[in-house]
């Protein structure tokens, strides 16, 4: 037995308890946050891969080994779920999102049913399941390193960039090794590298992971606070904050970022970071700006007078850069659209 054969399962077993500790963790503590749903499963997709190797391709276990194999190749497609909906913080991914997932997990399903049925698999649905991991996980890494200004928790922000060295550099490495090496990984170099990465994307996610306090990880339900009234006593960067976006209306200002805002205010960026988040209750800069523009859109939408004023031209003045994130935003904030929430306000102003 050479030192690779002792090695493996040591490694495999110690990243399957991490994860699987990892799992418990978010189940107890953050189980009815979606974010925290799509991670478990995405676990058990990282299980799945760890443990496929012991079920060998050949004999009693082909079986179980087709089931690991094919819930393992879902892990990009659930990190590039889960990068969406913990970086930005969302409560919900769109329908389309969904579909896409879907259409690309029947990929494995099929091919399990063209084993389970002739014996064999289908090369042209194994190359589009390989390329569909790749695209995943670029997808997935795009979206966790191009937030990272707006950020506002400092765990996260310096966690983004182990995020995206860790689980997609991962995912990618094992997708390309597999489409120029055998799939069972008994070439010894590729071996070698494979349990390399697998340790030290272990180690890099769980460290990370544990350094959070368990108010960080996930997004609270409740919305966060868009003034200072509820502040005691709120401090005088907090007084200065709200004055220059309620007041002055900093956020109309195009490409407007918390580093324009740091230096219009003459502070650090890492205090005003702290003052919007740990006072006013925002985790991402692009939430707390929203938070304004929405408030100046209610306002003209429910005005008799800008009546004729386009939605668009609301938007866009409110400082929103175009009309899709402006309708994604506003239909989390109010649970309707624009023009329904605009009818509704001028219906009410005539009937007042």
């Excluded at 991490?18 to 978010?26: E, G, R, S, T």
């Excluded at 523009?293 to 004023?309: K, N, T």
Aim: aromatic share 10%; proline share 4%; hydrophobic share 55%.
């Amino acid at each position: 037995m050479g030192i690779l054969d002792t090695i493996d399962p040591m490694i495999r077993g110690g990243a399957t308890a991490l994860f699987l500790l990892w799992i418990a963790l978010l189940w107890r503590d953050h189980r009815t946050v979606p974010a925290a749903r799509v991670a478990i499963a995405m676990n058990v997709a990282i299980v799945a891969y760890l443990l496929a190797r012991v079920l060998h391709p050949d004999g009693p276990t082909r079986f179980p080994y087709v089931i690991a194999d094919a819930l393992s190749v879902m892990v990009p497609a659930l990190f590039w779920l889960f990068a969406r909906l913990w970086f930005d913080d969302q409560q919900r991914v769109g329908r389309r999102s969904w579909v896409l997932v879907a259409a690309f997990g029947t990929l494995p399903l099929i091919q399990i049913v063209l084993i389970a049925t002739t014996g064999h698999f289908s090369l042209p649905i194994w190359a589009l399941v390989r390329a569909g991991m790749f695209g995943f996980a670029i997808a997935g890494m795009w979206i966790a390193w191009r937030g990272r200004a707006n950020d506002l928790i400092e765990a996260r922000r310096s966690f983004r960039l182990g995020v995206v060295g860790a689980i997609g550099g991962f995912v990618i490495w094992v997708s390309f090794l597999e489409m120029f090496h055998d799939r069972d990984m008994d070439h010894d170099l590729a071996r070698t590298l494979t349990l390399a990465a697998i340790l030290i994307a272990t180690l890099i996610v769980s460290v990370g992971l544990y350094r959070f306090r368990s108010a960080e990880l996930f997004a609270v339900s409740d919305a966060p606070e868009k003034s200072i009234e509820g502040l005691s006593p709120p401090s005088s960067l907090a007084l200065r904050l709200h004055a220059v976006m309620a007041d002055e209306r900093a956020y109309r200002a195009e490409g407007f970022s918390i580093a324009a805002l740091a230096a219009r205010l003459g502070e650090a960026e890492y205090r005003v970071r702290r003052a919007i988040n740990g006072e006013m209750g925002y985790r991402n800069f692009t939430a707390f700006l929203n938070g304004f523009r929405l408030d100046e859109v209610r306002s003209a939408l429910a005005d008799p007078a800008q009546r004729e004023v386009p939605i668009l031209t609301i938007a866009l003045d409110a400082g929103f850069g175009s009309l899709g994130p402006f309708n994604r935003a506003f239909r989390d904030a109010e649970g309707m659209t624009p023009s329904e929430y605009r009818a509704a306000r001028l219906a009410d102003s005539e009937i007042g």
